[in-house]
Nanobody, 122 residues
């Protein structure tokens, strides 16, 4: 079992940057592929980015490609999402999640954090 806690959200102006972190408990962190998802008000939760167990294979939604970078540090049981050139449409609650399958689909992820709010002002 994995427990996930996100941090690093906040209020930023358009064009600004934020770095989200997701700390995982448990000794099995390195066996999980990890993902970031987001949910804006009134919208469904959507895939943002994912990274393989080894950290070699990142994947991104088209909407964030070139602006966001996912990474992980298995020694620290932590993944990160560096978000640059933020836009108002990036405003959402951001969630990290763990899966035994490298996937973009929400239903492939078994463990979820509580989320962290990111607000981008215009």
């Amino acid at each position: 079992q994995v427990q996930l806690v996100e941090s690093g959200g906040g209020l930023v102006q358009t064009g600004g940057s934020l770095r989200l972190s997701c700390a995982a408990s448990g000794r099995t962190f390195s066996t999980y592929h990890m993902g970031w998802f987001r949910q804006a008000p009134g919208k469904e939760r959507e895939f943002v980015s994912a990274i393989s167990r080894s950290g070699i294979t990142p994947a991104y939604a088209d909407s964030v490609k070139g602006r966001f970078t996912i990474s992980r540090d298995n020694a620290k049981n932590t993944i990160y999402l560096q978000m640059n050139s933020l836009k108002p449409e990036d405003t959402a609650v951001y969630y990290c999640a763990a899966s035994l399958t490298l996937a973009t689909a929400l239903n492939q992820y078994s463990y979820w954090g509580q989320g962290t709010q990111v607000t981008v002002s215009s």
